[in-house]
Each structure stands twice: as structure tokens, then as C-alpha cells.
């Protein structure tokens, strides 16, 4: 159980053009979907919070206006790179929590966090 | 500002050996650490979770053990095999958010 899926797994787009990546919980609903981005020998740099039904919460650096996130039902939260330039190519994972929400996770109820498999984006 | 740090950055065993990650924190006031597995070009899997209360964790040949006063936490593989061969990544929780706090993860190689 918990499995979380990423489309696409690999993408390859032209500079100025925008790209859009879906992440899934397959078989749970997941209130609160995290993504992250990693560069090559680096650490995952968490880049939103996704809360269904509301804004996301931005990390402070990234830009809200490039990085378009929505997450518009209990499975599907969607991070729509806008306007890419070479500098974004990158390694995208989402992550999901069970239903519960941040309050649910504050009080320790929901910890784990299931990752998708990533999704590689190349900007030429 | 929680900073993780992993050591060693890269590690190559021979098959049966029993190995150590070593995984640092600098803010001990964590809500728990997260040892992690990911595939070259994968995502993660999850191995371990700790909560701050405990002192360690077992499943299988793994074991993570967390000293949260020192700001460290070890996971320790017994009788490595080639499967094992990955990135070990060590997550940290935050007591203040929910946010995960990576180290940069140590690449392991094991040889047959």
C-alpha cells in the first residue's frame, strides 16, 4: 500500500516553454503532498507544501510564479514549471501523507511520508 | 537552520561485510530522523523512521540507532549483499515544521 506515482518519468522541453508533472497517491488520499527537487550529488530541497483545496506553502527562495503547484483532489497534486530555462533541468519527487493533514502531523499522528519516483527534466 | 550531514560520502565494500552510515545533525530539537534507500535515477524508499523518543530501529539486516543529545544517528547494515548497492539517504524532522531536512546521502557500493 501507499504508493505514490510521478507522470512524466522523463521530459525534455525547450527553453521557454512550461511543463507540467503529476503526482498521484495511487491508494490512499493524501491531504498534504510535499515537492522536492534534487540536483546530481546533492541533498532533496523541499520546494512545497501542497495542501488540497488551498495555496501552497513555498519555501522561502522559490519562486511561487515559476513553480505553479495545485493540488485539486485528495490524489492528485500537479508542480507546473513555467517559462524553463536550462537552470531548472533537475530531478522533481513528490511525497504524499495519508489523510490527515499537517494538524494530524503535528500531533504525530501521520509520519511517514511516501515518495514517488521521481521525474527527470531536461530544459535545452 | 537544521543542517544533515552524512559521512562517508561514497563507500565500497566486499560481499558479507557488516558496514556503518553515519548520519549528523546540528539542532538536536528534531520530532524524528527518516533513513532512506533511493536507486540511481529513482526515487525514495523508506528504510527506517525514528521517533525522537527512541533509541533505534530494526528491520531485517538493517538497524538505525539515533542518539538525539549528540545529534547523530548510525544505520548499520549486517552481511551486505550487492542488492544493497544504492544511495542511503538520512531525513530529519524538524520539531518546529514538517519539513524533511536531507544530508547529501552515501553512495554504496557492494562488490561480489
Known amino acids: 500500500g501507499a504508493v505514490v506515482s510521478q507522470h512524466p518519468s522523463r521530459v525534455i522541453c525547450k527553453s521557454g516553454t512550461s511543463v507540467k508533472i503529476e503526482c498521484r497517491s495511487l491508494?490512499?488520499?493524501?491531504?498534504?503532498m510535499f515537492w522536492y527537487r534534487q540536483f546530481p550529488k546533492k541533498s532533496l530541497m523541499l520546494m512545497a507544501t501542497?495542501?488540497?483545496?488551498?495555496?501552497?506553502?513555498?519555501e522561502q527562495g522559490v519562486e511561487k510564479d515559476k513553480f505553479l503547484i495545485n493540488h485539486a483532489s485528495l490524489t492528485l497534486s500537479t508542480l507546473t514549471v513555467t517559462s524553463a530555462h536550462p537552470e531548472d533541468s533537475s530531478f522533481y519527487i513528490c511525497?504524499?501523507?495519508?489523510?490527515?493533514?499537517?494538524?494530524?502531523?503535528?500531533?504525530?499522528?501521520?509520519?511517514?511520508?511516501?515518495f514517488g519516483p521521481g521525474t527527470r527534466l531536461t530544459v535545452l | 537552520k537544521q543542517e544533515v550531514t552524512q559521512i562517508p560520502a561514497a563507500l565500497s565494500v566486499p560481499e558479507g561485510e557488516n558496514l556503518v552510515l553515519n548520519c549528523s545533525f546540528t539542532?538536536?530539537?528534531?520530532?524524528?530522523l527518516q533513513w532512506f534507500r533511493q536507486d540511481p535515477g529513482k526515487g525514495l524508499t523508506s528504510l527506517l523512521l525514528?521517533?525522537?523518543?527512541?533509541r533505534e530501529q530494526t528491520s531485517g539486516r538493517l538497524n538505525a540507532s539515533l542518539d538525539k543529545s549528540s545529534g547523530r544517528s548510525t544505520l548499520y547494515i549486517a552481511a551486505s549483499q550487492p542488492g544493497d548497492s544504492a544511495t542511503y539517504l538520512c531525513?530529519?524532522?524538524?520539531?518546529?515544521?514538517?519539513?524533511?531536512?536531507f544530508g547529501k546521502g552515501t553512495s554504496l557500493l557492494v562488490t561480489p
Open positions: 511525497s504524499a501523507t495519508l489523510a490527515g493533514g499537517i494538524a494530524q502531523m503535528r500531533s504525530g499522528g501521520f509520519d511517514t511520508q511516501y
Open positions: 491508494d490512499f488520499q493524501a491531504t498534504t
Open positions: 501542497s495542501n488540497e483545496g488551498s495555496k501552497a506553502t513555498y
Open positions: 539542532d538536536s530539537a528534531i520530532y524524528n
Open positions: 525514528i521517533q525522537s523518543s527512541q
Open positions: 531525513a530529519v524532522r524538524s520539531g518546529s515544521g514538517y519539513a524533511l531536512n
